[in-house]
């Protein structure tokens, strides 16, 4: 997949590529507009964005709906990785690597669930 436009990143992320969650309205899910190997336009809502201790970015995603969603959905890490002066999404591959960037993303959820129930 190649990436085409950024509006975004989850306002619970623990780093941030520069994509500008702070100018999200509340309550508004950051979406990531994708073309697939297909050439087709496919939806994506950042769910949260995981930094590596090397300074890698990863965005968990999930295939965007209108409607609710209760239970567990699918989900994909891509990577962010620069090419030139170009910012792209690279989708991770590696198992090992996946389960990293998924612990790490879990551990947060379970952080950010833990302070809205302290508010």
Excluded: W
Aim: with cysteine; charged share 40%; net charge negative.
């Amino acid at each position: 997949m190649s990436e085409e436009e950024i509006k975004g990143c989850s306002s619970g992320c623990a780093g941030c590529s520069g994509c500008g969650h702070d100018v999200m309205e509340d309550g508004e899910s950051p979406i990531l507009n994708l073309t697939d190997e297909d050439g087709n336009e496919v939806k994506f809502e950042i769910i949260d964005v995981v930094t590596l201790e090397d300074e890698r970015t990863f965005f968990v995603v999930t295939e965007a709906t209108e409607k609710e969603v209760e239970g567990d959905v699918e989900i994909v890490i891509l990577e962010v990785k620069q090419e030139g002066e170009e910012e792209v999404l690279d989708t991770v591959t590696d198992e090992e690597l996946a389960n990293k960037v998924f612990e790490i993303f879990k551990k947060q959820q379970e952080e950010l669930e833990e302070s809205d129930e302290e508010e």
